[in-house]
């Protein structure tokens, strides 16, 4: 049974770029969410997938978009990076049903210039 | 708005002693709560819950109680390990299953 993993580990980009977050969840969860972790803050929900579907969103700009697949895996995408961007990433999976118990990979470290 | 809140940023217990992490939230409407322990360059890991109709639940050395009135859960950890030196962060979880996290306390037990 694998964990959860992500990448790239480490990420930099400069202000108005665009960027892709990978993330391949735990074997048999079909549940992913996202979310962000600022310097010194707990993490702050993006949204969840399930089945390929959006299914719950935190407070976050439509510049934050999301996919899931039928492998379960998931990309968080954000448009038009700003410098409050910068942040660590997580992605955690679970079952849709125990969403209380989820997994999260270790992150990735975006860095906006 | 911080909905879920842990106050202080760091604790420091000798080895033996007795931890307590607190964590206060806002918002009557969250019916689960967890404890998550994160290391560094780790995700954080699921380390104990309770609902919302219990006041304390119990994993070994890790203990969680609720006061639903005061809006307040804590975590006990006794005794304490070096090995427990992490980052703890409390999390409340709403009907729609969206987490909501406090900010995190960082504890060094010393040994």
């Known amino acids: 049974e694998t964990g959860v993993t992500q990448s790239p580990t480490h990420l930099i980009k400069t202000r108005g770029q665009q960027v892709t977050l990978r993330c391949s969840s735990q074997s048999g969860h079909n549940t992913v969410s996202w979310y962000q972790q600022a310097l010194g803050q707990g993490p702050q929900f993006i949204f969840q997938y399930y089945r390929e579907e959006e299914n719950g969103r935190g407070n976050f700009p439509p510049r934050f978009s999301g996919l899931q697949f039928p492998n379960y895996s998931s990309e968080l995408n954000v448009n038009a990076l700003e410098l409050d961007d910068s942040a660590l990433y997580l992605c955690?999976?679970?079952?849709?049903?125990?969403?209380?118990?989820?997994?999260f990979g270790p992150g990735t470290r975006l860095t906006v210039l | 708005d911080q909905q879920v809140k842990q106050n202080s940023p760091s604790l420091s217990v000798q080895e033996g002693r007795i931890s307590i992490l607190n964590c206060d939230y806002t918002?009557?409407?969250?019916?689960?709560f967890l404890w998550y322990k994160k290391y560094p360059a780790e995700g954080p890991t699921f380390l104990i819950s309770i609902s919302s109709i219990k006041d304390k639940n119990e994993d070994g050395r890790f203990t969680v109680f609720l006061n639903k009135s005061a809006k307040h859960l804590s975590l006990h950890i006794v005794p304490s390990q070096p090995g427990d030196s992490a980052v703890y962060f409390c999390?409340?979880?709403?009907?729609?299953?969206?987490?909501?996290f406090g900010t995190g306390t960082s504890l060094t037990v010393i040994p």
């Open positions: 955690a999976s679970s079952l849709v049903d125990s969403t209380d118990t989820q997994y």
């Open positions: 918002n009557s409407m969250f019916d689960y």
């Open positions: 999390a409340a979880l709403n009907t729609g299953n969206q987490f909501y």
